[in-house]
């Protein structure tokens, strides 16, 4: 019988504390979290996460031969040839609408 109640206490205090942890106010921070993107267009993988202040666009060029990615923004556009095998990055102070190999 005592083995039983320290099971249901210790049972109680698990539960209790998983009840602190998912309160409102932490799933609504939980909830508010943009995800990554991330996606391939033909040879060039690309990635990002959209910031509070700025993005940062990280891509990859996943054939042998040169190709130009395409970032439209918010308020501009950016062309980036990328050599075969090559991978950078792109930071701007702006919204990413879309990203595409161009051809």
């Not at 539960?15 to 508010?32: F, R």
Request: with cysteine.
């Amino acid at each position: 019988m005592k083995k039983f109640r320290t099971l249901m206490a210790g049972g109680f205090a698990a539960l209790v504390l998983a009840g602190a942890v998912s309160t409102p106010a932490a799933a609504a921070t939980e909830a508010a979290v943009i995800p990554m993107t991330s996606g391939v267009d033909g040879c060039l993988s690309y990635s990002y996460e959209p910031g509070t202040v700025s993005t940062t666009v990280y891509y990859h060029n996943r054939c042998s031969d040169r190709h130009v990615l395409y970032i439209h923004w918010f308020t501009t556009n950016d062309q980036i040839a990328v050599e075969g095998g090559g991978s950078g990055k792109k930071k701007r102070h702006d919204k990413v609408m879309s990203v595409w190999q161009f051809l």
